[in-house]
């Protein structure tokens, strides 16, 4: 049995549920892979853990491929969910109703090239790289509400909430890069290069088991929820339930009810590379890190095109 790792882009939960399900499920063990699911390791993420050779696979976004120190040893196969959603809130009473009046105040970000987006919204409204402090925190919610930080970088599906609760919806602006152009997925599935190379079916098991797991997830949410009950029993089902109805959402949108579930869409990571290019950065040749080949061989009944809203 061939172990794949694939590193999450955070803590397990449902935003991750059909990799949950591919794991607990033995998904694509009639091909002689077993799939391991890892939660998020601030110290190495995602990309970089698959550069150290830590893992095999991880869940990263083409911003992330096209910003890592080695673009040309990743290959972006998968994108589940087809649209960002990152969001970020202030608070009117601190005199924010527009982007431009992040000016001179900080905003907290995760650490390790997580800012693309929110540096790109920022330079389009007109401002300065240097007139908002981005600050690198795991947690932007908590900062955010003692006044640490005057936005912070959430998820609509997660983060928000907790500060939906905190705060009157009268106080509270919410910017949001899909609104300005400026979106940029988080969500894909990618792989080593050597790998890709190397181990082309197992590479290909991988993918019929990941897009197998959220045809499932999709089509049975309670199953789902159960799967991520079961690795994160802190967390409760309503909690959970929200979550991958959100995830859902994001997903079936899009390339997916275009082209079919999981579908790479090059749109992606053509905005990556534009907001690299608008912030003045270096962009790496693209050419061959979207390889969208396992994807089409897998079984059409898991990268469909029909679902029910």
């Avoid at 063990?29 to 390791?41: M, P, R, T, Y």
């Avoid at 910003?67 to 040893?73: F, K, V």
């Avoid at 690198?136 to 900062?143: G, I, K, L, Q, R």
């Avoid at 988080?186 to 797991?213: F, M, R, T, W």
């Amino acid at each position: 049995m061939r172990e794949i790792r694939i590193r999450l882009l955070w803590h397990k939960q449902a935003q991750f549920a059909g990799y949950l399900l591919a794991e607990e499920l033995g998904l694509g063990n009639d091909a002689g892979v077993q799939i391991v699911c890892e939660g998020l390791d601030f110290s190495c993420k995602h990309v970089n853990a698959v550069l150290e050779g830590r893992t095999e696979m991880c869940v990263a976004s083409p911003a992330h491929l096209v910003e890592s120190s080695d673009p040309a040893a990743l290959r972006w196969l998968l994108a589940i969910q087809q649209k960002s959603p990152l969001v970020y809130p202030a608070r009117r009473s601190d005199g924010i109703a527009t982007l431009a009046d992040l000016a001179g105040k900080r905003a907290g970000v995760w650490p390790g090239h997580e800012d693309l987006e929110l540096r790109w919204m920022l330079s389009r409204a007109g401002l300065p790289e240097d007139a908002v402090t981005r600050v690198e925190m795991p947690d932007t919610v908590a900062p955010f509400l003692t006044g640490e930080t005057a936005t912070g970088q959430m998820t609509c599906y997660h983060e928000l909430h907790m500060v939906e609760h905190a705060i009157p919806p009268e106080d509270l602006v919410i910017f949001d890069g899909k609104d300005t152009g400026c979106g940029i997925l988080k969500d894909g599935l990618i792989a080593s290069a050597a790998l890709v190379e190397e181990e082309p079916g197992v590479v290909q098991a991988v993918v019929n088991a990941v897009l197998e797991g959220w045809t499932m997830a999709f089509d049975d949410p309670a199953r789902a929820v159960a799967a991520c009950l079961a690795v994160r029993p802190d967390r409760s089902a309503p909690e959970e339930e929200a979550q991958l109805a959100a995830i859902r959402a994001l997903s079936l949108t899009g390339a997916t009810l275009t082209e079919g579930l999981g579908f790479p869409d090059p749109a992606h990571m053509e905005s990556a590379v534009t907001a690299m290019r608008e912030l003045g950065e270096t962009v790496p040749a693209t050419e061959g890190l979207r390889d969208a080949r396992f994807w089409q061989a897998a079984p059409e009944a898991f990268r469909r095109t029909g679902w029910e809203a």
